[in-house]
């Protein structure tokens, strides 16, 4: 599965099992048009990237939003026919794949407030469950996740730095976890060794953004 996900840069993400799923597409090298999903966390501009989904997007892709930012959806030219919209703790079956929503908010900063309700997403792929965070400091709802493979920010500065990430993956036991949100906007390459050096032993880690 960890062969078939690639970030491409921050925290845009591809997975290609058995549907082809891009989350957050940003900053895309490529114009594939190959998606048959795509998700977005929040509508922050490094999330939420018009010009980004078109160029995974084809004639039928689906999109899947949080409830919150359907307008945002609909005003960049999602058509409504192929929108789908969540809440936390909501599901959602989607070409073969179930989809659940997790919130994702700062603890102690402004940028992602709780009442916005944004999303992370679970997301069950065949025998996989593959989480991904969002934008989040470390909250409970995230550390009750049951999932194989955790997609967690650690970049700091607008969610948790790589120290609160490694803590916030301990407590949630992932058979691995891919670290994001770093090596870009925010973030460096030292978050992702400093990353490692707290997480606990018995957690694989698997390094995308080298």
């Not at 945002?72 to 809440?87: F, M, N, Q, V």
């Not at 929503?101 to 065949?126: M, Q």
């Not at 390459?189 to 698997?206: M, P, Y």
């Amino acid at each position: 599965m960890l062969d078939n996900i690639t970030v491409n840069e921050h925290s845009s993400i591809r997975i290609d099992d058995k549907v082809i799923a891009y989350i957050d597409p940003f900053r895309l090298k490529e114009a594939r048009h190959d998606a048959d999903l795509i998700l977005f966390t929040h509508p922050h501009y490094d999330h939420f990237s018009p010009e980004d989904f078109k160029k995974a997007a084809k004639p039928d892709t689906i999109y899947v939003c949080p409830l919150s930012m359907k307008q945002e959806a609909l005003d960049a030219g999602i058509a409504p026919a192929y929108l789908r919209t969540l809440e936390a703790e909501e599901n959602l079956g989607i070409l073969d794949i179930e989809i659940e929503g997790v919130p994702a908010y700062n603890t102690n900063k402004p940028n992602h407030p709780k009442e916005k309700g944004w999303l992370g997403y679970v997301l069950e792929i065949g025998p996989h469950m593959v989480y991904i965070a969002g934008d989040t400091d470390r909250i409970p709802e995230g550390e009750a996740v049951q999932c194989d493979i955790a997609m967690v920010p650690i970049g700091g500065t607008y969610t948790m730095n790589a120290k609160e990430a490694a803590e916030f993956v301990n407590a949630m036991r992932p058979h691995t976890v891919v670290p994001t949100h770093y090596a870009s906007i925010v973030g460096s390459l030292d978050d992702a060794r400093e990353f490692v050096k707290h997480l606990d032993r018995g957690i694989e880690v698997c390094l995308k953004i080298e």
